[in-house]
Structure formats: C-alpha cells, structure tokens
C-alpha cells in the first residue's frame, strides 16, 4: 500500500520536478531514492521516477516500463499512469498497438473524472444561477473540458 505523503514529501516532489526541468536528472533520481527510502514508494512517486528514467543515460527500457507498470499496480486508477505508459509504449518501444489500448484506458478514467466534474459544476451552477437555462449551462461545462487541449 501507498505511503500517505506529508507535506515534506510533496516540498521534495516540487524540487524534483524543478531538477528535471533545469535538465539535473541525476539529483531528481537521488531525491527520488530517497523518498522511496524515505516515506515509500506512491504511484506519482514512480511515474515521476519513470519519466527521469527515460531522460538519464544507461537506464534500461525495463526500468521505465516497471516503474510505470508498478504506479498502476499500487493504483490502476491514476491516469498519469496510464498516459506515460501509453507515450512510453508508442514512442520508445513503437509499438502503437499496445498504447493504444493504454491510452484507451487513460480516457475512460478521465472521461469518469470528468463527468463528476461536469455533475458538481453544473449542481454548483444551479444552486448559484437557478434562472439560467439548465441545457446552455451543462453543455457550456462540457465545451469546456475540451477547450485549449489542441496541441
């Protein structure tokens, strides 16, 4: 089971993402290490541990694979997951058939999420404008989850 992360643990989290962003892989991964020493291994942990792993030298493609693989193991329902899987699968290991199942399975987590997110919006919605029309707001939040994802 998952370790809770205090926040401590997320203050490391932001300092790694800030090392792979400034391009200091191997101080992300040390850190890494240590918090899986530390408060323990957690899926966003091993996605993030995943993607470092992809970007160091002498890393194998099995690593990266079974660090994703055991983020969704610990909790099949994070997406994150099931996304650098899916890049993982198709751009390094070219096989498109493969991710495409993962990437499947990425999109009916969200599109679950996303429709809690539609429900307590539009109930937000209705309880603070009772007079707007209930059909222009539901499909205002639904043009919404779609809106600047082209990229």
Known sequence: ???????????????????VRTGDIARALLLIAELELGV????????????????????????VEESLLDAIEMDDEYVDAYIELGWFRLSVEDDAIR???????????????NTEAVRGALACAKELRPNQNQNAMSDELRHELFKNTEG
Do not use: N
């Not at 089971?1 to 090392?19: F, S, T």
């Open 99 to 113: 991710a495409e199942k993962t990437f499947d399975k990425a999109r009916q987590l969200l599109r679950k999420l």
């Open 40 to 63: 323990g291994r957690s899926p966003r942990l091993l996605v993030l541990k995943a993607a470092c792993l992809q970007l160091s030298d002498g890393t194998s493609l099995t690593e």
């Open 1 to 19: 089971m998952a370790a809770i992360m205090g926040a401590e643990a997320w203050g490391q989290i932001e300092q790694i993402r800030l090392h």
